[in-house]
Nanobody, 116 residues
């Protein structure tokens, strides 16, 4: 199983970035697909998740700014990040989980830096 994140980099305050998580070895629509972030020294925290049924959920602080979506044809999950803030600077990780089968896979992470 591989989850490959891309799309990170340098963003400016008020700008946008779109992260991608391309999966191989699994079918993303069978999994809860989530985006997490982790700053150095901090715990990894959930940003957004899309269920196998397509239901989405967000961290309270990101509602209205971030949008998670899934393209089943491309087996890829996205995180659209709008109205970027400096505090969005983090490493963002993609996760695929099937709790019933105790399965959880992580990508390698992609760095997002928001600075003017």
């Amino acid at each position: 199983v591989q989850l490959v994140e891309s799309g990170g980099g340098l963003g400016t305050p008020g700008g946008s970035l779109r992260l991608s998580c391309a999966a191989s070895g699994i079918i993303v629509s069978d999994y809860f697909m989530g985006w997490y972030r982790q700053a150095l020294g901090n715990q990894r925290e959930l940003v957004a998740v899309v269920s196998s049924g397509g239901r989405t959920s967000y961290a309270e602080s990101e509602k209205g700014r971030f949008t998670i979506s899934r393209d089943d044809a491309k087996n890829t999950v996205y995180l659209q990040m709008n109205d970027l803030k400096p505090e969005d600077t983090n490493v963002y990780y993609c996760n695929a989980a099937r709790v019933m089968y105790s399965l959880s896979y992580w990508g390698q992470g992609t760095q997002v830096t928001v600075s003017s």
